[in-house]
């Protein structure tokens, strides 16, 4: 089980350490998608170790998967909503989007 918690717990701090340091915004929903993985792991892991006839663990993960698309979906129309107005895709470009 250690080694799907470091696998996980790896997936992780990869992609906070993407979220925190990127500028361009299909690099952080790549590193957020990453953050989902790693729940995923996490969640079908814990399921099979603690509870193995149960499909709690799979149901939670087909829950982020569900919310992992409409982040994307999301996240896309924000993408070329700020290329088709800025010409770039740096996050620094979102704040004025407000006005």
Known sequence: MFSYL??????????????????????????????????????????KFLAPAGLTGQMFSLFIIVVAAAEATVGLAIVLLLYRNWRGINTDNISIMKW
Do not use: C, P
């Open 6 to 47: 470091a696998l996980a717990a790896l997936l992780f701090a990869i992609g906070l350490f993407g979220v925190i340091t990127r500028r361009n915004t299909i690099g952080i929903l790549m590193s957020l998608e990453l953050m989902f993985n790693a729940a995923n792991i996490n969640f079908v892991a814990f399921n």
